[in-house]
T-cell receptor, first 111, second 112 residues
Framework: QQQVKQSPQSLIVQKGGISIINCAYENTAFDYFPWYQQFPGKGPALLIAIRPDVSEKKEGRFTISFNKSAKQFSLHIMDSQPGDSATYFCAVSGGYNKLIFGAGTRLAVHP | EPEVTQTPSHQVTQMGQEVILRCVPISNHLYFYWYRQILGQKVEFLVSFYNNEISEKSEIFDDQFSVERPDGSNFTLKIRSTKLEDSAMYFC??????????FGEGSRLTVL
């Protein structure tokens, strides 16, 4: 049972372009929707997160768009840079429960 | 900035041996987790721990696994008899309240 579906599996973007990664979830009880960034050999690090009371959150070049009715949320990376090349995981959680991760998206930003 | 620390960073062991992975969560955090990531794959939940007991565990967390908080700072994951398929990165994480989960850098376990 896949509680969160993430796409695409991999993404290649030119420097300066927009990277878009999507996630869909099933359980309406989830109330916390983070995106984690992971570099090779490192642990996941929180990038940005949103709660269902807002439809969008922006932090610098990173934006989460949240569609509660469609049970979908997405990460937009504006002006993508080679240093953004990493694996990105969406996740969902409810209360103090565990984070459930998506399968990950490997992003490569080419100069 | 406080962080979750894990040791060892890499451990190589023979199949059937016991392994203990150690974690020091952030000091005022109350909820502790172990996750596993097989190379190139997703981050998988193993177990959560609160108030000195397991609050939830996944089907991966079978009788070969155990967790312990032996003192006020350490949080350990023990694998009693390692199998080849236990080879993975193991991440410890902690949180104080609902929301952000802070991850350590991970312990790479290689079972030969």
């Amino acid at each position: 049972q896949q509680q969160v579906k993430q796409s695409p599996q991999s993404l290649i973007v030119q420097k300066g372009g927009i990277s878009i990664i999507n996630c869909a979830y099933e359980n309406t009880a989830f109330d916390y929707f983070p995106w984690y960034q992971q570099f090779p050999g490192k642990g996941p690090a929180l990038l940005i997160a949103i709660r269902p009371d807002v439809s969008e959150k922006k932090e610098g070049r990173f934006t989460i768009s949240f569609n509660k009715s469609a049970k979908q949320f997405s990460l937009h990376i504006m002006d993508s840079q080679p240093g953004d090349s990493a694996t990105y995981f969406c996740a969902v959680s409810g209360g103090y429960n565990k984070l459930i991760f998506g399968a990950g998206t490997r992003l490569a930003v080419h100069p | 900035e406080p962080e979750v620390t894990q040791t060892p960073s890499h451990q190589v062991t023979q199949m059937g041996q016991e392994v203990i992975l150690r974690c020091v969560p952030i000091s005022n955090h109350l909820y502790f987790y172990w996750y596993r990531q097989i190379l190139g794959q997703k981050v998988e939940f193993l177990v959560s721990f609160y108030n000195n007991e397991i609050s939830e565990k996944s089907e991966i967390f079978d009788d070969q696994f155990s967790v312990e908080r032996p003192d006020g700072s350490n949080f350990t994951l023990k694998i009693r008899s390692t199998k080849l398929e236990d080879s993975a990165m193991y991440f410890c994480a902690s949180r104080r309240q609902p929301g952000e989960l802070f991850f350590g850098e991970g312990s790479r376990l290689t079972v030969l």
